[in-house]
């Protein structure tokens, strides 16, 4: 049974930082990318990052270039989204979802393609 667990999320100030995991289970990091999705209040999913381990490489929404950095730990199987210099557009509940081995799913934005969603935490940036 393949399961995604989010943690980290909270409430922050505007150029604050978190750091968000995602613990996978069931599948191995070497086996199916990792992205992040999140969503604001009233706004549709969007995509943020994703990363391949097999293939070494990671991708960022524009919004978030520069700010944030995926990670990942493939002895723990477990996916880091460290969030810097945090606005308040960041807040929303974030997602993270497993696919195939290359992030061609998130570079092309068919989020319906993944088969494999946690259960998403809440991440809110307020002064």
């Known amino acids: 049974q393949v399961q995604l667990v989010e943690s980290g999320g909270g409430l922050v100030q505007p150029g604050g930082s978190f750091r968000l995991a995602c613990a996978a289970s069931g599948i191995t990091l070497d086996s199916y990318s990792i992205a992040w999705f999140r969503q604001a209040p009233g706004k549709e999913r969007e995509g943020v990052s994703c990363i391949s381990v097999n293939y070494g490489s990671s991708y960022y929404a524009e919004s978030v270039k520069g700010r944030f950095t995926i990670s990942a730990n493939d002895v723990q199987n477990t996916v880091y989204l460290q969030m810097d210099s945090l606005e308040t557009e960041d807040t929303g509940v974030y997602y993270c979802?497993?696919?195939?081995?290359?992030?061609?799913?998130?570079?092309?934005?068919?989020?319906?393609?993944?088969?494999?969603w946690g259960q998403g935490l809440q991440v809110t940036v307020s002064a």
């Open positions: 979802a497993a696919n195939g081995l290359y992030c061609s799913a998130f570079i092309q934005n068919l989020e319906y393609d993944y088969g494999y």
